[in-house]
C-alpha cells in the first residue's frame, strides 16, 4: 500500500498538475516542500469535516432575518403559520446557497491562487447582517433584498480595493487592541446568539432585565405572544438540556482529545437525537409545520432550487441606510479575510520571512471578492477565508488541490439538503457557544497596560452583544479611542511634555502602515523598478506590539488550530 501511495504521489507531481501546483518533486523552482497529491486530499477532506457545520449554522442565522417572506403586520410575524412555513422554505434555500458558495469559492480560491484555505461565509459577519442589518424577521433598518444589494456592492469595490493593493494597508490602520477587540466582541455575540431562542434557549429573555433565563415550556410562557419570555418554571426545556449536554460538553470532550471534526459531530449527534418523531426532543412535532419538515426530511438527497433567495437584490443605492450598511461591512471584512488569510498562509509555511507578504496575495484577495459578489447573487452574506482551514494545513495541506477538495465536499452536500435543513437549533447552539469561547481569547492581546488603550477596546466588547450590533461596538471603539488618546496627544504637546500620563510609554504605538501603497503591478506598468516579492501588495504586514504566534502555538490551541490574532473578526466569527 505504501508503495502505491508513493507512485501516485510521484506520478502526480511529475504532471502538468503536479508543476501548476507546485507538489515536491515537480521540479518547480518554487515546489512547496513535504506537499503530495493525497496528502492534499486528506487535507482537503479534514478542512471540510471541519467547516461543514457551516452549511447549518449560517443558514439557521440567516433564516432568522425572515429572508424574502413578508410580515403584513410588521411586528415579526412569531405566530404567523404561514410565514414560518415560509421561513423553513427559506432555510431550504439557504442550506443550498451556503452549501454552493463555500463549493464555488474554496475551489477558486485553490484553481486561481493555489492556497489550502477554504472559504464560506463567515460568522460574525452572518449575525450583522441578520440581526443588525436586517432585524429578526426584517424588523431592521433595511430589508433583506436591500442588504444582499450592499453586500453585491462590497465585493466589487473589494475587488477594486485589492487591484490597487489597498485592503491590507486599510486592516492595519486599526489600533491593533480595537482590532482584537472587535474579535472578541463578536465571539460574546455569537455566544449569545448560541444561548438565546436562536439556538439553545438557556437565554429566554425577561420583560424586566431583558436577558434573564429561559428554556421554559411553551405552556409556561409569560404571555403567548411573547415566545421563549418565561415567567417561571425556567430550565425545564428538554431540547436545551439536550443541546448543552451532548452539542456542548459532549463537542468540547471531543475537542479536548483533538478529534477531528468535533463541532460537526456534536451537531449530528444532537440532530439524530432529536429526528424521531414521539420524543419530548423532537424537531418534527405533529403540526403543520412540523408535518412539512418531517417530509422533506424523508427524502434525504434532493436538489432543492433557490425559491426565495436566488437573485433577489434589490439595488436600491439611494437609500443612505444600505451605504451605512455597506461601509460597516467593508471595514469589517476586510479586517476579517486580511487577518485569516495571511494567519494561514504563514502557518501553511507560504508566507516571505522578509516581506510578510504570501504567495499570491492579489489573486486570492479578487476570488475573495469575487466570492462575495456571488454570494450575494444566491442570497447570503459575506463570504470569507475560514480559520478552521487550519485544521487541514496540519495535516499536510501546503497547495490549492486542498481547497478544490474542500470545494469538491462542498458541492457533494448541495445534494444532501434535506439532512441539513433538518438540524435543530439547539444542536448548532452549543456550536456558536463554543466558537464564541474560542474568539473571546482575543482578550489577551489588547493591551490591559495603558487605560487609553483598555476602556476603548472594553467598550467594543461590551457594546457589541448588549446592543446586538457590531457596527455600534465598533464606532463606540473608535470614538472613544480617538476622544481619550487624540485628547491626550494634544495636551502633552501644547504643554510640551509636562500633562504627559504618568504611564504613556507603554501606550501601544499607533503609526501609518509602512511602505507604499502602490501595488507591484502598477509599478511594472509604469516603468520603476518592482519589489522583490510575489503578485499582490508592496505594503509588509507588520505587527505593532506582539510577535506573531508561532506555528507551535497555533498547533497547541483549539480544533481550529488558529491563534488569537487570526480570528480577530471570525466565526469569524467565522
Not at 486599526?174 to 455566544?191: K, Y
Not at 446592543?467 to 504643554?495: E, P, Q
Request: hydrophobic residues 45%; charged residues 15%; glycine residues 10%.
Amino acid at each position: 500500500m505504501v508503495g502505491i501511495v508513493d507512485r501516485i504521489n510521484a506520478v502526480v507531481a511529475d504532471s502538468f498538475v503536479g508543476r501548476y501546483f507546485r507538489l515536491e518533486g515537480s521540479g518547480h523552482p518554487k515546489e512547496r516542500e513535504g506537499s503530495r497529491f493525497l496528502t492534499e486530499i486528506r487535507a482537503g477532506l479534514t478542512t471540510w469535516a471541519a467547516m461543514a457545520y457551516i452549511i447549518s449554522v449560517n443558514a439557521s442565522i440567516l433564516q432568522d432575518s425572515g429572508g424574502t417572506c413578508v410580515c403584513p403586520t410588521n411586528d415579526g410575524c412569531t405566530n404567523d403559520p404561514d410565514y414560518a412555513l415560509c421561513v423553513a422554505e427559506v432555510q431550504r434555500d439557504l442550506i443550498t446557497t451556503t452549501a454552493a458558495i463555500s463549493a464555488l469559492s474554496s475551489f477558486l480560491m485553490g484553481l486561481l491562487a493555489n492556497l489550502p484555505v477554504g472559504m464560506a461565509p463567515g460568522l460574525g459577519l452572518n449575525a450583522y447582517f441578520t440581526y443588525s442589518v436586517v432585524g429578526f424577521h426584517g424588523t431592521g433598518f433595511i430589508s433583506y433584498r436591500e442588504a444582499l444589494a450592499a453586500v453585491f456592492m462590497e465585493g466589487w469595490i473589494f475587488l477594486i480595493l485589492s487591484l490597487l493593493g489597498l485592503r491590507q494597508w486599510l486592516a492595519r490602520i486599526m489600533p491593533q487592541s480595537l482590532v482584537m477587540a472587535v474579535g472578541a466582541g463578536i465571539g460574546l455575540f455569537i455566544a449569545f446568539v448560541g444561548l438565546s431562542s436562536s439556538g439553545l434557549g438557556v437565554i429566554g429573555g425577561d420583560t424586566t432585565n431583558l436577558v434573564g433565563l429561559g428554556g421554559c415550556l411553551p405552556s409556561d410562557y409569560i404571555d403567548p405572544s411573547l415566545p421563549n419570555y418565561c415567567g417561571t418554571k425556567v430550565m425545564r426545556n428538554p431540547t436545551m438540556w439536550l443541546g448543552i449536554f451532548v452539542g456542548g460538553v459532549l463537542t468540547v470532550f471531543l475537542m479536548l482529545y483533538r478529534i477531528k471534526a468535533a463541532i460537526l459531530i456534536g451537531i449530528f449527534i444532537t440532530s439524530i437525537i432529536s429526528w424521531p418523531r414521539p420524543t419530548s426532543v423532537t424537531y418534527f412535532p405533529h403540526t403543520d409545520a412540523g408535518d412539512a419538515m418531517f417530509d422533506f426530511f424523508k427524502q434525504v438527497v434532493t436538489f432543492w432550487p433557490l425559491k426565495h433567495v436566488g437573485n433577489a437584490l434589490d439595488y436600491n443605492y439611494g437609500n443612505g441606510k444600505v451605504w451605512y450598511a455597506l461601509i460597516t461591512f467593508l471595514y469589517v471584512d476586510i479586517l476579517d479575510t486580511t487577518g485569516t488569510l495571511y494567519s494561514m498562509a504563514k502557518f501553511a509555511g507560504l508566507r516571505d520571512p522578509v516581506t510578510l507578504d504570501f504567495e499570491n496575495s492579489t489573486i486570492a484577495y479578487c476570488v475573495d471578492a469575487f466570492s462575495i459578489s456571488m454570494g450575494a447573487l444566491m442570497g447570503t452574506s459575506p463570504v470569507t477565508a475560514f480559520i478552521e482551514s487550519a485544521t487541514g494545513i496540519s495535516e499536510g495541506g501546503k497547495t490549492g488541490i486542498t481547497a478544490m477538495t474542500t470545494g469538491i465536499m462542498f458541492f457533494v452536500s448541495v445534494f444532501f439538503a434535506p439532512i441539513f435543513a433538518s438540524i435543530p437549533p439547539w444542536a448548532t447552539g452549543g456550536a456558536l457557544v463554543i466558537v464564541g469561547s474560542l474568539m473571546i481569547r482575543n482578550v489577551r492581546e489588547i493591551n490591559w497596560d495603558y487605560i487609553g488603550d483598555a476602556v476603548p477596546a472594553f467598550l467594543t466588547i461590551i457594546i457589541i452583544p448588549l446592543s446586538y450590533n457590531i457596527a455600534y461596538g465598533v464606532i463606540a471603539g473608535i470614538f472613544s479611542y480617538v476622544l481619550i488618546n487624540g485628547t491626550a496627544w494634544l495636551l502633552t504637546k501644547a504643554t510640551r511634555g509636562r500633562l504627559t500620563p504618568p504611564n504613556y510609554d507603554v501606550a501601544e504605538v499607533w503609526v501609518i502602515p509602512p511602505g507604499s501603497i502602490v501595488p507591484t503591478w502598477m509599478k511594472v506598468l509604469a516603468g520603476r523598478r518592482a519589489a522583490p516579492i510575489n503578485p499582490g501588495t508592496d505594503v509588509p504586514l507588520q505587527p505593532r506590539r506582539s510577535p506573531v504566534p508561532s506555528e507551535g502555538d497555533i498547533d497547541e490551541r483549539s480544533h481550529t488550530k488558529g491563534s488569537m490574532s487570526e480570528i480577530d473578526m471570525r466565526m469569524s466569527s467565522r
